[in-house]
């Protein structure tokens, strides 16, 4: 299952870590707070981020890039499968 934002959820260390439920279920209030990509996407009423025509836009190319947190862009690649 991928995250709203293309996150392999089967690979991600907080899943278990965390007992997180994933921004589906939890409606992108996360353990560490609100997901602002999360948000947008239940805004505009899409599964993920692949489903919108700004697809990849902006603020997800800056989390899939974070130096903390990305992943070098490969939850894009990840919702570009979906397409």
């Known amino acids: 299952m991928y995250a709203m934002c293309g ?3 089967s690979e991600c260390n907080y899943k278990e870590k ?4 994933g921004c589906h279920s939890k409606k992108g209030e ?10 947008c996407v239940i805004n505009k009423g899409y599964k993920t981020c ?11 190319k800056e989390f ?8 070098n862009g490969l939850r894009i690649e990840n919702l570009r499968k979906l397409l």
Not at 18 to 21: G, T
Not at 30 to 39: L, P
Not at 64 to 71: C, H, L, S
């Open 64 to 71: 899939a890039y974070d130096a903390e947190q990305g992943d």
């Open 30 to 39: 996360m353990f560490w707070g609100e997901c602002k990509i999360a948000k």
């Open 7 to 9: 996150t392999d959820c």
């Open 18 to 21: 965390m007992n997180c439920e």
């Open 50 to 60: 692949a489903e919108c025509l700004k697809f990849p836009c902006v603020d997800l």
